[in-house]
Each structure stands twice: as C-alpha cells, then as structure tokens.
C-alpha cells in the first residue's frame, strides 16, 4: 500500500522532531565545557558581539560557534550600515549574521534602532519632525525586515548623559522631543512584537545617577503601558567593579523587565579574570538576568585595542577570565533548563478557498504629529486570493510609506491592497500590514473586501 499523504507528512513531521531534538539536545554531550553549554544549563544565553567579515576567519569561526550561542552584530546593524541613504536600506551583513545564527542554533540580538553615534550623515542633518519621522520609519523598516529573527533588540541606546545630571544626552533625537524613546519603543513593537525591546547604556554598572535616570524611565514606561521588556547593561569595565553590581541588575529586574550584560569586556589593568567571574555569577544571582554578551571573541578583535579585553587571545585561546567564567556558571550544578535558541521556523500557508470575505483591524502607535497604524486582516470563512482595505485618513493626515501591502492614494480615503506573497489566506486565517503617516490617525475605521 502506498502510504497516504497524511501518513507522509506525519512521518516527515516526526523526522523534523527528531532532528530538532538532535539539535537540542547536543549541548548535553559537552555540558559544562564550553560557555553556551554551562549557560544553557542556567537557562542563560551567552553571546559574543561579531563582525561578520570575520566569519571567513577560521580560527574565529571555530571559537564563536564551539563557544557562543547567542550573537549580536557590532556594527552592522546600526543606523548608519542599514540605511545609508535616507530609505534606501541595506541588510547584508546583519542578514549574514542571522544566517549564520540560525545554522549555529545562536539566538541574535538585535544592536541598534536608534542612537546619537553611527547615524549616517543624512540623519545627522535633520532635526524636529523630519528627524523624528526618519527615525520612526528606521525603527519600522529595520525592525520589520529583521521580524521574527530576533531575540531582544536593543531599541534605544545610550541616551542618558554621564555624571550627575541623571538626565538625558542632549542630541539630535533628543531635540526632537523627550517622547522620542517611549515613540521608538512603541513603533518597534509594532513591527516585530515578538522581539523583547531593551534600553540599553554603559556606566551603569552600579547605583548611580545616570542607573538612576533610567531606573526612573522604566519605571515610568511600565506604569504608562510603553512598551519595555529588558534593560541592557553594556559593562565595559575598568580595573574595578562597583560592589552593587548585582544589587543594581536586581531593583531594575524588580521593576518588571528582564536584564542582560550586552557588551561586556574587562581591562587587564586589574584583575580581569576575578571581574568576569563577578559579572557571571550577579547575573545568575538575578532570576530576570537571562544571558551574558561578550564585547567580541579575542582580544585582537576588540574596539578596546591593547587593552587585552576579552576572554580568549588571539590565537584563539581560552584566558584565565574564561576559565573563571567557565567555572562561575557551573557551581551551582543545573537549575534551569536550557532555553529554546533555534529561531523559530518559517510560517506555512495551506492553500485558501476559493472564495470569502474578510475583516481588518487597526492598531495605532501615535505621537505629537505622527503614527504607525498597523492592520490586521482575517479572512472569513471562505478564506481570501487577495484583500484591498480602505479607509479614511482625517484631515491633514497623509500616508509616508507603507510595508507588507501597496497604497493607492496618500490622503482621504486610502487603498492598500495585498502584495503577492500575504493576499492568500486560509479562512481564519490573519495578515498584518503598517503604515506611517504625518498628522493624525485616530478614528481610522477599515474596510476589507476579498478577492
Ligand atoms: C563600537 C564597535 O565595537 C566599534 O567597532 C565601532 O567603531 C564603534 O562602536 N557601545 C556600543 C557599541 O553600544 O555599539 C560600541 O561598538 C561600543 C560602545
């Protein structure tokens, strides 16, 4: 008898399983002797920051993927790498990084939306809404592209000033108005709301003034429903440690986020290997601290130069800070189990009915003359071969761009019809497209029609 298609699919499902758990469960082979594997069994990520040119190096590729199972781009996904030119976007290189994750089972950090430093130079020209409406769109398109792929994005980064101040950096998107990161916030979460958004900053190492400013804007966002998952302490460290280190990550975990070490590197002035064992240990001591990232692989791939920073030489060696890193993760035997780093697979599309209605939904992220309206359409019972929505922009409003769907029109009544690859649903079935617009998009009530 030739087996039947559904017995065919349940045997290629099972086969899937098995490979799956093959992948998941490898670490158990080399448990304790390597950074990813001792993490893991604390349940914690651990990452290195990488420049995918590098991946051609042999003896970097072979330390990163032995070693780490989480990455982060060092600069390649930064502002001025993914739209050198105002909306002209590239991915190369965090798109490499995020291939090369996904063959390595590393989960990948997403470094960052937004920022005063690597801007490219046309942002650095603008100021007040154009600015701001450049950098929400930036937030949108790179957060959008990279949707699903990414374990935490670090949304914001370094805006608060050093010293005293517990105050804001002045800059460009400062200047654009104190609401900037609660509306970078919002407008990522609307284009990839499975991405845990961070704020992220250095000399936040203890409680101090600047700790302190944005322990403050947390817990403001939290209590104002902004959308704020994690807080990234940066810790590039010096001779010494702050001795409330860990009390620090605790009253921002108490706060209601996760925290994690995000680029991490030690100066070998002081005493390098016992400060990497310190940092270690405060974040499996703080139940919402969930991974550790390394500022790089070997010390002469460091932004620290001589400084000898980082935890293997470069030959390729493990440092006494690893074997003290090594050893902080696993005293204490296992706790946790291992979290699920493997990206989550491709959604599928079964094939839709022929024929079917459909309904559209909005969600608004809004501020001070501007929104992202993201819509959600759902097929009807008959599923959909296309979808048009409409509706009417209030006045004075007009669309600037649009992803996942074409617009016919910019003000008044707007039509945004499917793009070839989200027009077929099956019934039930959702899709979600956005939208940015100037002036205001409240009261926007959609229409859908099926194909
Ligand atoms: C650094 C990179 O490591 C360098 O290659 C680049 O020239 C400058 O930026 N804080 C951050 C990181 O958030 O993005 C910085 O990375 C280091 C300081």
Redesign the pocket.
């Known amino acids: 008898m030739r087996p039947t298609r559904a017995l065919l699919s349940t045997g290629l499902l099972a086969g899937a399983l098995v490979a799956g758990m093959a992948v998941a469960l490898a670490p158990a082979a080399d448990a304790g002797t390597t950074l990813r594997a001792a993490a893991a069994e604390k349940g914690r990520y651990f990452g290195a920051?990488v420049?995918t040119g590098k991946l051609s190096d042999s003896t970097y590729s072979t330390v990163l993927n032995r070693e780490f199972n989480s990455v982060v781009a060092?600069?390649e996904m930064?502002w001025d790498a993914t739209e050198p030119q105002q909306g002209r976007f590239t991915y190369t290189g965090g798109d490499r990084l995020v291939s090369h994750a996904r063959a390595n089972g590393m989960s990948v950090r997403g470094?960052?939306l937004l920022?005063h430093?690597?801007q490219p130079s046309w942002a650095q020209g603008l100021s007040g809404s154009a600015l701001r409406s450049a950098a929400i769109n930036h937030v949108t398109q790179v957060a959008t592209h990279f949707r699903g792929q990414i374990y935490a994005w670090?949304v914001v980064?370094?805006a608060f000033a050093d010293g005293g101040s517990g105050g804001r950096r002045d800059s460009n998107l400062q200047r654009t108005g104190n609401d900037w990161i609660e509306a970078a916030f919002r407008a990522a979460r609307a284009a990839d709301p499975g991405a845990k958004l961070c704020y992220?900053d250095?000399n936040t190492d203890g409680i101090n003034a600047k700790s302190t400013g944005i322990y403050n804007m947390v817990r403001d966002f939290k209590a104002r429903g902004v959308p704020i998952d994690c807080v990234g302490f940066?810790s590039?460290l010096g001779t010494t440690i702050p001795g409330d280190y860990q009390a620090n990550l605790q009253r921002f975990a108490d706060l209601g986020v996760d925290v994690q070490i995000?680029?991490l590197d030690v100066t070998t002035g002081g005493n390098q290997a016992n400060i990497y064992g310190t940092v270690t240990r405060a974040c499996l001591a703080v139940s919402r601290c969930t991974g550790i990232t390394v500022?790089?692989v070997r010390d002469c791939d460091?932004?620290r130069g001589s400084d000898n920073a980082l935890l293997f030489d470069c030959a390729g060696n493990k440092k006494a800070a690893y074997t003290s890193v090594l050893n902080a993760l696993n005293a204490g035997g296992t706790t946790t189990p291992p979290p699920n780093t493997t990206a989550p697979p491709p959604t599928t599309t079964s094939p839709p009915p022929s024929q079917g209605g459909c309904s559209a939904s909005v969600s608004l992220n809004a501020w001070t003359g501007g929104f992202v309206a993201t819509v959600r359409v759902t097929a009807g019972s008959g599923g959909t071969l296309g979808w048009a929505v409409t509706m009417t922009l209030p006045g004075g409003a007009s669309v600037t761009n649009t992803w996942s769907a074409t617009a016919s029109g910019s003000t008044g009544t707007v039509r945004f019809t499917n793009v070839d690859y989200n027009g077929q649903l099956g019934a039930g079935q959702s899709t979600e497209f956005g939208f940015q617009g100037n002036g205001s998009g409240s009261g926007l009530t959609p229409s859908c029609a099926a194909a």
């Open positions: 920051a420049a060092e600069n930064k470094h960052t920022w430093a690597q670090d980064n370094e992220n250095y940066q590039h995000t680029e500022w790089g460091s932004w």
